[in-house]
T-cell receptor
Framework: AQSVTQPDIHITVSEGASLELRCNYS??????LFWYVQSPGQGLQLLLK??????LVQGIKGFEAEFKRSQSSFNLRKPSVHWSDAAEYFC???????????FGKGTRLHILP | EAGVTQFPSHSVIEKGQTVTLRCDPI?????LYWYRRVMGKEIKFLLH????????ESGMPNNRFLAERTGGTYSTLKVQPAELEDSGVYFC?????????????????FGEGSRLTVL
């Protein structure tokens, strides 16, 4: 079945540490890929997206993600997290023939001082 | 420029009652989407409007849910009668152009959500 998988429900890192959030998809074709973030009391905000071209994508707030076709992955990374990065992060896809975004279950990021 | 606004932010109703959620998309955005997140689960697609037309309503759970977008501006999502399993956060999102194909910006602009609690 077609799906977006975020294997980690919760992740805790110390402030200043590096971060990697995992995302895998299972679609026949390469979908359009996204990462959204939801901070407490806020709506979903787009961090970055991948359509084609350079597989390393830069986003807002110092985040980046790398598309790896061979692994069907689109992991989100940040070299040094800040306390304000504590939020829930969603990987999402748009399959070419569709016109809607499909979300993963989300990963909640906790930051230790 | 105002973002996507949703009302109410939180609604608590009893089983069997009716609730209407409203979404005002960003001005000029023809595409309007409704999503829902039930606690502990993923954010699930409900339906997609292009202007006033329902482009895709494959995610609507059952006929207790009715979405409208008269005039192609704001949208309402009515749940009647509400059941316990309808509790969750209902998100609205809008986009200026289609997500499909290479001309799409691929970005949905989301509202803060309407939290529905059915007791």
């Amino acid at each position: 079945a077609q799906s977006v998988t975020q294997p980690d429900i919760h992740i805790t890192v110390s402030e200043g540490a590096s971060l990697e959030l995992r995302c895998n998809y299972s679609y026949g074709a390469t979908p359009y890929l996204f990462w959204y973030v939801q901070s407490p009391g806020q709506g979903l905000q787009l961090l970055l997206k991948y359509f084609s071209g350079d597989t390393l994508v830069q986003g807002i707030k110092g985040f980046e993600a790398e598309f790896k076709r061979s692994q069907s992955s689109f992991n989100l990374r940040k070299p040094s997290v800040h306390w304000s990065d504590a939020a829930e992060y969603f990987c999402a896809v748009v399959v070419n023939r569709d016109d809607k975004i499909i979300f993963g279950k989300g990963t909640r990021l906790h930051i230790l001082p | 420029e105002a973002g996507v606004t949703q009302f109410p932010s939180h609604s608590v109703i009893e089983k069997g009652q009716t609730v209407t959620l409203r979404c005002d998309p960003i001005s000029g955005h023809d595409n309007l989407y409704w999503y829902r997140r039930v606690m502990g689960k993923e954010i699930k697609f409900l339906l997609h409007f292009v202007k006033e037309s329902k482009q895709d309503e494959s995610g609507m759970p059952n006929n207790r849910f009715l979405a409208e977008r008269t005039g192609g501006t704001y949208s309402t999502l009515k749940v009647q009668p509400a059941e316990l399993e309808d509790s969750g956060v209902y998100f609205c999102a809008s986009s200026p152009i289609s997500l499909r194909g290479r001309t799409g910006t691929g970005e949905l602009f989301f509202g803060e959500g309407s939290r529905l609690t059915v007791l």
